[in-house]
DNA sequence: TAGATTGTTAATCGATTAACAATC
DNA sequence: TAGATTGTTAATCGATTAACAATC
């Protein structure tokens, strides 16, 4: 179903062999812009296919999501052709594809560090194990956390976030922790051997050091100043 | 010491006059990923200022901030010529001008509905008072938490929502209850006079019959499958 | 004044959309 | 086969960067 030729054409037209690997290779640098879109194709399709369709056009797609067909067969097509012509995409392994395009595939261990309000409200939702993704311990400093199982993970002591991760070898790390904590704690997450930071503290985190971590910095505030212009602009 | 003009360029370089009131003119299209880059700014400024630092280049300012010299100044300039040639920003200034830009003069007010985890979080966080955005109350369906106060907020039943809408007006509704609820409980907003919704039920939330209504969806589970891309595509 | 740095135009780059041949 | 719809190229549009004249 996948058309997967292994040719692809330069420029002028002519068939060139594709390196080894090339199909379905991250390295072959996806714009990131459509990196962040395909969380979304991955939300529509999950939908379609709780709701039974199994089958679906760019332009069905483009309807429900509002966005250009042209633009839908162009994203998907980054990693490969995903569709057929004169049928459309076959939702189910589409939704796959995305998921494998996305690492829901590779088992990523996740911990919460911080077991405030955020941290809990994070480690209750189902956004991880929906995503593939395994929470398997929360790290907090406060004693009265520690020992504690918060929904259905245990809270450990900060102190045992070395010998943790030595062990349990997690790929993510959830940084709920305050503003003035996160820089070391990211440090030495990162030491640990973490592979990626999803950073919820007020603060730009950046290990220079350390540029095999990917770190994603979320600034919620950032979003609400958003609402707040969206806001005045609709009103005069 | 703001380059005033009353006329401005166009395609072939005759003056053309301005329309009143255009400079400052949110109508004046802004191209959203200024928009989305503005609060960054308004960080840094922020933290040079708690720095004491009163006076930055664009040059200085794109060093601090990894951005592009040329993208700061003409990002700055949208909304009018804060920058003075030869010298360069004046740090406080600038930073009120984006913050009157973001609304934090406006004075808009806040209800939380969903007293959950995430509820909690955004409560509890200093983030609406530093942006000039004052929390009101916060709504649940829960008897257990109706009554209580929870980070100096009073937890009143949904079923006060309209009448204290009425009378309060709020502004901004930050939408933390469950998916299931999201939509009808957007709905009684809009109907009660809310300009805007920052909604992070996991859902696309859209209300066609209330235009006016600024919707901004918050997906935190997009962003962590983004993390998860970028932890792939960094491993082999 | 001379030096510095903005505001602004022009050039480049990248992303989106249109169009259509390939093909299922 | 005829019809439908992708994959893909080309055209358009918008965003970023470079360059420099205006000006403080």
Redesign the pocket.
């Known amino acids: ?3 997967a ?1 292994n040719t ?4 002028n ?1 002519e068939e060139i062999p594709r390196s080894v690997g090339e199909e379905n290779d991250l390295r072959a640098r996806v ?4 990196v962040r ?1 395909l969380p979304r194709y991955h939300r529509y399709l999950g939908e379609l296919l709780r709701e039974g369709i199994y089958r ?6 483009s309807k429900m999501m509002e ?11 980054c990693f ?10 076959n939702v189910k392994f589409l939704y796959g594809k995305i998921g494998e395009v996305l690492g829901t595939e590779d088992g990523f261990r996740a911990v919460i560090v911080g077991a405030g309000n955020l941290g809990r409200a994070l480690a209750a939702s189902h956004m991880f194990e929906r995503r593939g993704i395994e929470r398997i311990a929360m790290f907090d400093v406060k004693s009265d956390l520690i020992g504690k199982t918060v929904s259905d993970l245990p809270v450990l002591c900060i102190d045992e976030l070395e010998a943790f991760c030595e062990r349990e070898k997690p790929e993510i790390a959830v940084l709920t922790v305050p503003k003035e904590a996160a820089y070391d704690v990211s440090v030495r997450l990162a030491k640990a051997g973490v592979r990626g930071i999803w950073n919820f503290a007020n603060m730009e985190l950046k290990l220079d050091d350390y540029p095999d971590v990917y770190i994603l910095n979320v600034h919620l505030g950032d979003s609400l100043m958003v609402l707040s212009y969206g806001i005045r602009s609709r009103m005069k």
């Open positions: 179903m996948a058309n030729k692809s054409k330069n420029r037209g714009s990131p812009v459509v879109r679906i056009s760019s332009a069905e797609l966005v250009n067909a042209s633009q839908i067969r162009q994203d998907l097509n490969g052709g995903f569709g057929q012509q004169g049928y459309g995409y």
